[in-house]
């Protein structure tokens, strides 16, 4: 997947165990592992402000873009009427 999660980068950075940001941003300790090991399929925009007021981020700093190598299948763009 392109879109890559470094959730455990910034835990890192502040010097912050996962329990504790579960704490603060009332998730389960199972939930922040699934969202650092990035087998998650999506986020929802309330949690990831959560994440990003408790560790002082942008979401730039937690999710990171980078486009899959060439010879595996993309997504298409939507076709417009």
Same mark, same amino acid.
């Not at 165990?17 to 925009?45: C, P, Y």
């Given at each position: ?5 470094? =959730? ?5 950075? *502040?010097? #912050? $165990?996962?329990?504790? !940001? ?11 592992? =699934? ?5 998650? *399929?999506? #986020? $929802?925009?309330?949690? !990831? ?25 993309? !997504? ?6």
């Amino acid at each position: 997947m392109p879109i890559i999660v470094r =959730l455990d980068v910034m835990l890192a950075l *502040r010097k #912050m $165990r996962s329990r504790e !940001l579960a704490e603060r941003v009332d998730l389960t300790e199972q939930n922040i592992s =699934l969202l650092k090991s990035g087998k998650v *399929r999506g #986020m $929802r925009f309330d949690t !990831l402000e959560r994440i990003c007021a408790v560790l002082n981020c942008q979401p730039g700093d937690i999710l990171v873009y980078e486009p899959e190598e060439a010879g595996t299948p993309q !997504l298409e763009a939507p076709q417009r009427a």
